[in-house]
């Protein structure tokens, strides 16, 4: 099942693709405001059923897409978490435990919508990444145990303002400026796309191959990142794993390249589809 957020005639809602088009799944369950509610009540048996017997709503090209989890309690994302990455950027090629930071949801948008270089930064880079949802919360989950845990998987492009990353010792203010992520363009349910599959992963600007891997490649699995960010923090329904990015990073080229405005950006991952947004700068015109 490939469930999304969206926006329809000004109202909120969240509903499942199909080929015929999408059902508004907060028309039709009424006690889940969102899809956040949905997975923190369990209830995505609920929405494949309403999904599967209900006639669809709007055409997919009617729709303004939400981040796919629009309101998350958390977002933890992985960094240097591809060998590749690790060495182009001369780190060590070892590490015991994954290296994290954290996203703000206000940091996101969705499918279709602008990402926003903001006006204090020229150096705007892409980093495409596999996402994962949770869909059953945990604390301390052992590694053979954590996959259990996945709602689905989606696309993510964490979009790195790299002067200001750079620029201090720590890496939160790169990664926060409103708009600066992307995140969609659906969630594929773990039924669909187990959660261990090993999934081919690419990022195009303005249609040139930019990055390119397989999710084996990861240096800690989804699994392991589970396990170890779920020791220092509980997990819920509807937080975000974002996993890291393989090598090719924009910061990395001879010369840099960076997102500029009115390029376009494209994550596909195998089995999910493809995240693809605009780039504007903030104060131009769009």
């Not at 790169?174 to 959660?195: H, I, R, S």
């Not at 992963?201 to 891997?213: D, F, H, I, K, Y």
Request: aromatic residues 6%; charged residues 20%; negative net charge.
């Amino acid at each position: 099942m490939k469930l999304l957020s969206f926006v329809a005639a000004g109202r909120v809602s969240y509903g499942a693709l199909r080929e015929d088009g999408v059902v508004d799944l907060g028309a039709r369950l009424p006690g889940f405001p969102d899809l956040l509610g949905v997975l923190r009540a369990q209830a995505l048996a609920q929405a494949e059923a309403a999904a599967q017997t209900a006639s669809v709503d709007h055409d997919l090209a009617d729709l303004t897409l939400l981040p796919v989890i629009p309101n998350p309690g958390k977002i933890v994302c992985a960094g240097l978490n591809y060998l590749a990455h690790r060495l182009e950027g001369k780190h060590k090629p070892e590490s015991a435990v994954p290296t994290l930071f954290l996203r703000l949801p206000q940091s996101q948008v969705g499918h279709g919508q602008p990402m926003v270089c903001p006006a204090e930064s020229e150096q705007f880079d892409f980093e495409a990444e596999l996402a994962v949802v949770i869909g059953r919360a945990g604390r301390r989950i052992p590694v053979e145990q954590a996959l259990s845990h996945v709602a689905g998987m989606s696309c993510y492009n964490d979009g790195s303002v790299r002067d200001w990353q750079l620029a201090t010792p720590q890496w939160t203010p790169g990664k926060n400026f409103p708009a600066t992520g992307a995140f969609g363009p659906w969630l594929v349910t773990a039924d669909e796309l187990p959660p261990e599959s090993a999934l081919s992963l690419a990022c195009r600007l303005n249609g040139r191959e930019m990055q390119r891997t397989t999710t084996d490649l990861m240096m800690f699995s989804t699994a392991e990142l589970i396990s170890f960010i779920s020791t220092f923090t509980a997990l819920e329904p509807g937080d975000v794993i974002v996993t890291g990015t393989p090598g090719g990073v924009g910061l990395r080229r001879d010369p840099p390249v960076w997102m500029r405005h009115g390029d376009v950006v494209e994550v596909e991952i195998e089995g999910i589809g493809t995240l693809r947004n605009t780039v504007v700068k903030e104060g131009q015109a769009r």
